[in-house]
């Protein structure tokens, strides 16, 4: 090794990497991806920021390499990424090619590390402007960071209701054993670092669009010259007698995951709702659990959101570990003893024991402060937002699961998507418009749930779709499902069939329609064709 802890190695001839392929080789010991685009050798990062997904499993398309797992994108050639939910970028090598042989050049310190950040301005005090971003989630915590890496120089405020600095919310049904603190997406001190201030339990009680203006619970106020209303969305509560008995619980915050495993560990547990909380609480909690009984309306868990093929694959296997569902039904009376439930009555007058019962029956937005203003909201208090994230108020941006905005794959119509890889997307879109770049939101969708150590991926929007093409078997619980929307596909599921929905979301991404008929003619162990441009 040099002086300067610079490494160099050969990695492989020059003749054995075909073009478009993604190769895992080893530098010094340390695992490193090596690409092979339009002849051009590129040498990244082999593991994704995001949840170390392997990247040589990805899908490449151009200069766009996407994670298997959870959809996140990079540049090849600078190692920048391009598509959420990975909040950093991947670290590039050097790469020489001599007499015919692949030499990989790196210092052992960007080895060790799987990351890069993003290089980001400082606070300047000359700089009087603020922003102020309500909510302390993904969008907001991706809007502050967008605007130091854009330069922005001003003062950002971070305002939220929760205890704590932003952190991993989908973790909160799928790893129920962790504390707050292993989930945070960044610490107090990167914040701090990056003069982000951070105000917890400061919640947004009223909206003063003219004077500029924001007023919390506490009583105090705070002007800003930009305002991003990020404040997610709250459970919809249950409205039966009885739901105000102690052990009937919502999930929405990291204290809620834990007392909720608390409590039903060894007890009866219900759980009202059968889509993302409550399946995944079903199967984090099975084996935990005495007993688990999901209780929904429609005729099968997922069905909204997924369809009834993957519904049906989902309940079967979390039938096989013993969870008990009762579906076209819902519960109309919860009873109980000294002030706990203890019994769950459904529709149909079956009763079921019941010491917890978890409530996942849908959310809607946290915007009922801004009922009195201007803002302009739908039918169910979604604030309405252009491909901008810009509200109809001047300086006033929206984000995340608060919004409803023009989705492409629905050929503009609106829609709330409740999840983190799009409401990262909206705040960094949001900041750049801030900073008045005229960036419009282009993303695709993508979120996954995991059950029993497996994950089914989706990509795209399915809002109306009128068909599918099922690839693969969904008994041996390895498919790919595509959603079909007059004619096309607008979106796709899979299990068990990595990265073909990494693939199908970077097709989508690039604008090319997939026909039905090409979804029928797929390979679903090799689908080239869908990749051409």
């Not at 050097?94 to 042989?101: F, S, Y």
Request: contains cysteine; neutral net charge.
């Amino acid at each position: 090794m040099d002086c300067d802890d610079t490494v160099t190695a050969e990695v492989c001839k020059e003749e054995d990497i075909g073009d478009g392929e993604l190769w895992e080789v080893m530098v010094s010991g340390y695992p490193v991806l090596l690409v092979r685009n339009r002849k051009e050798f590129s040498a990244l990062g082999s593991k994704c920021p995001h949840s170390g997904a392997p990247l040589s499993k990805g899908a490449l398309k151009g200069e766009r390499l996407r994670c298997p797992w959870h959809g996140a994108c990079f540049n090849i050639k600078t190692g920048d990424i391009e598509e959420y939910p990975a909040l950093d970028c991947l670290p590039c090598f050097k790469v020489t090619v001599e007499d015919g042989k692949v030499f990989v050049t790196a210092k052992k310190k960007d080895l060790e590390s799987s990351l890069r950040m993003k290089d980001t301005s400082r606070r300047c005090l000359l700089n009087q402007e603020t922003v102020l971003l309500l909510g302390g989630g993904v969008a907001a915590l991706v809007c502050a960071e967008t605007l130091r890496q854009e330069g922005f120089t001003g003062r950002i405020i971070m305002a939220t209701k929760e205890k704590h600095a932003p952190y991993d919310k989908p973790k909160l049904t799928k790893e129920m054993n962790l504390k707050a603190e292993d989930i945070y997406l960044r610490k107090p001190e990167f914040l701090r670092a990056h003069s982000i201030e951070l105000w917890t339990e400061k919640e947004a009680v009223s909206a003063d669009f003219q004077k500029q203006k924001v007023r919390f619970m506490d009583g105090s106020s705070q002007k800003y010259n930009q305002l991003l209303i990020a404040t997610g969305s709250h459970s919809s509560s249950l409205k039966v007698p009885g739901a105000d008995l102690q052990n009937v619980c919502v999930l929405q915050t990291p204290e809620d995951s834990s007392k909720i495993l608390e409590l039903a560990t060894g007890k009866n547990l219900v759980i009202a709702g059968a889509s993302f909380i409550g399946m995944e609480v079903a199967a984090f909690l099975s084996g935990k659990a005495a007993a688990i009984a999901v209780v929904e309306k429609k005729e099968l868990p997922f069905q909204s959101a997924l369809g009834p093929l993957v519904g049906g694959v989902a309940m079967k296997m979390l039938q096989n570990k013993g969870v008990k569902f009762y579906m076209k039904t819902e519960l109309c009376e919860l009873k109980g003893k000294d002030g706990k439930v203890t019994e769950a009555v459904l529709a149909s007058g079956e009763k079921l024991p019941a010491d917890v019962v978890v409530v996942g029956i849908g959310a809607f937005p946290s915007s009922a402060f801004l009922k009195d203003t201007s803002i302009a909201r739908d039918n169910r208090g979604a604030i309405l937002v252009d491909l901008h994230m810009q509200t109809n108020i001047p300086k006033v941006f929206a984000a995340g699961d608060v919004v409803s905005f023009p989705v492409a794959l629905l050929h503009g119509e609106r829609s709330s998507i409740h999840h983190q890889q799009v409401a990262e997307a909206h705040g960094h879109v949001a900041a750049l418009n801030m900073l008045k770049k005229g960036k419009e939101l282009h993303t695709v969708p993508f979120f996954w749930t995991t059950m029993l150590g497996k994950s089914i991926r989706y990509a795209g929007c399915g809002n109306g779709y009128t068909d599918t093409v099922v690839k693969g078997s969904l008994e041996q619980q390895k498919f790919l499902i595509f959603y079909i929307r007059d004619g096309f596909v607008t979106a796709a599921a899979s299990l068990n069939c990595d990265p073909m929905v990494a693939l199908i979301a970077e097709v989508l991404y690039s604008g090319r329609q997939i026909s039905k008929e090409e979804a029928e003619a797929c390979d679903i162990c090799n689908i080239p064709s869908l990749a051409e441009t």
